[in-house]
Structure formats: C-alpha cells, structure tokens
C-alpha cells in the first residue's frame, strides 16, 4: 500500500511514455541528481544531502534495518519477513510468465546515514498467451517517508528512481513498459495524483461514473486447504493507474490487476501439500479477479479521474459514487 506525506500538484501535461511521466516527476524536485539521469545517486538540494541506494538480496544488514524502519510505520501483517523480502530480491517468477520479477527497494539516506525514506516495486509482465505479450507493468507496493523527513519530496525522487530502474528491467526482458499501477488509501491518494496515478471508474448511469471496485487479495493461504490463513483477509483499496502508451482500455486493465495477483498473491506449486489445495487457492484468485472483470467489461465507458477532476464532475451535475 502506497504511503506518501506532503503538499500534492497534479501533473501539467499529459504522458505518453515513461521517459515523459520520469520528467515531470522531476521538473518539481527540489534536489540536484548526480550522476543525473541514474537511479542511483547523489541528492543535493535545499533540504540537505540524500544517498539514493537499491537494496540488494545478499545485504542481510540493510534488510534487517529496512524492516526496523517500515514496522514504525505499517502494521506487522504488512510487513514481510525477511525470507520474502530476499526471495523478491533476488527474483521470482509470477505464475504463468516468461522471465523472473525482481522486486526493487531504493533507499534515501540522510547525512548521518539513516533511512530517511523507502519506495518499492517491480516490473510484471502480461502473459505470453494474452492479447498484449510484449508490454509489462511496473507495480508501486509502497513508500514511507520518516517523520523528520516529510515534505522535502524524498519519495518523489525515490519514485523516479524506480521508473529509470523499471523501464531497464523491463527492456532486459523484452518487454515495454506501458503502464504505473499501485494500490492507495482515501489518505494517500492526492500524493499519486501528483505523481500521474489516477482512479478507475466505469459508467453505470446516465452522468453517473461508479469506481471499480479492487481488494488486495490475503498475502499467506494454507498449504493444506489452499484458504487464506486465520486473520488475513480480503482488503479493499482503491487501484491507480498510470498509462504510457495509447489510451486507457479496459483490455489492459484487466491484465494489469492479473499481474499483480500472480504475482504477489499466487505462491508457487510446491507451496501446497495437495493439488486440491492448490486448486482451491487458485480458484480463490481467479473469483477475485472474475468480480473485478465483471464490474470492468459489465458496464460502460471507462474513465480515469483524480480527485481534483472527481469534484469539477460532480460540481458540473454528475454523480461520481467511490467505492467503499
């Protein structure tokens, strides 16, 4: 889930690829990138001196003191344990893709060396049987900013760090990258406006545009039964999206959110005890994603709307209805 402190402008111009999205990102930074154009680096501005880092799996040290930092800030069933994190690190295979999927955490570090802010996420590619194999997303799982260091656009750069980082992973892989896709709160949407991120909404009405609604699936199922374990649950939020290339379709849409969940909510085979209890996980998944589709391809003409154009909608007379 995405967490983000500070002042919100949504982006001036409209993007048509990732190159646009990284500069505009970045014609608001209030630092100086060297080298500039690396997602690694040196940020100096007038906030002071940041250290852009990525964590690598084998840098147990780091990792133990990433996880002390996100768990002020994230509940501990957010969190993952250490093993996870190093898996995601290291690159693992969502269900039913060509090439591996490494999760990429980048660091901001103050002077004195501490994590001042955190962003993370990963390339997903569509799947080679789907109507777009070449293309892949990059998916935001979160950013955390800490307390002495909100609003000084840390996770701003972070972000545009991961982009650069993002279209390189997905170029090694034969893929374009053609969308942003991230899961956000009521409280951290106005950060992803900024950002470009937008909100999904069908029309279900004469001047009525209804949102889709979008859980994030439990993140741990029973080996045995292939159910989710006691306490995790389904978790609704609102999904964002950010196109690169074309115009939003609903087509995409639905293999962006069949990415996400291979890959972040689909373990592998070998994780299940039976084939029932596997099936019976990926059925559970595949029902998710049917309530989603249903709702996407069930009604009529999409659209993308931020906040701010939510409200110029409804002060015009349409009815925009979020979902809860």
Not at 125 to 147: L, N
Request: glycine residues 8%.
């Amino acid at each position: 889930m995405d967490r983000q402190s500070g002042e919100a402008r949504e982006l001036p111009k409209p993007i048509h690829s990732v190159h646009d999205a990284i500069e505009t990102v970045l014609a608001q930074s209030a630092y100086t990138r060297a080298p500039q154009g690396a997602p690694e680096c040196t940020l100096t501005g007038e906030h002071g001196r940041f250290e852009v880092t990525t964590v690598q799996a084998e840098d147990l040290e780091t990792i133990n003191e990433m996880q002390t930092f996100i768990g002020e800030y994230l509940d501990a069933s957010e969190v993952d344990t250490v093993d996870v994190v190093q898996a995601g690190l290291r690159g693992d295979r969502a269900v039913g893709s060509e090439h591996d999927s490494k999760y990429r955490i980048f660091l901001a570090r103050d002077e004195q060396g501490n994590i001042a802010s955190l962003y993370s996420g990963g390339v997903v590619e569509f799947t080679p049987h789907s109507e777009r194999p070449d293309e892949a997303i990059f998916f935001g799982a979160y950013g955390i900013t800490s307390m002495s260091a909100r609003r000084k656009g840390l996770v701003r750069e972070l972000y545009a760090s991961s982009l650069m980082q993002a279209e390189v992973d997905a170029k090694a892989n034969g893929k374009k990258l053609t969308m942003v896709v991230g899961e956000s709160s009521d409280e951290s949407e106005p950060a992803w406006n900024a950002f470009g991120r937008k909100r999904v909404y069908v029309q279900t009405g004469p001047d009525t545009y209804t949102e889709i609604p979008y859980v994030q699936p439990p993140l741990d199922f029973d080996p045995d039964t292939g159910l989710p374990t006691e306490g995790n649950i389904d978790v609704p939020l609102h999904l964002m999206l950010q196109f690169f290339d074309g115009t939003a379709d609903k087509k995409r849409i639905s293999l962006a959110v069949d990415a996400i969940y291979r890959w972040c909510n689909m373990p592998p085979e070998d994780e299940f005890s039976t084939q029932e209890a596997l099936q019976a996980q990926r059925a559970y998944i595949a029902n998710l994603q049917k309530q989603f589709d249903d709702f996407l391809f069930g009604n009529g003409e999409l659209k993308l709307f931020s906040a701010n154009e939510r409200d110029e909608m409804r002060k015009s007379g349409a009815s925009i209805l979020d979902a809860k």
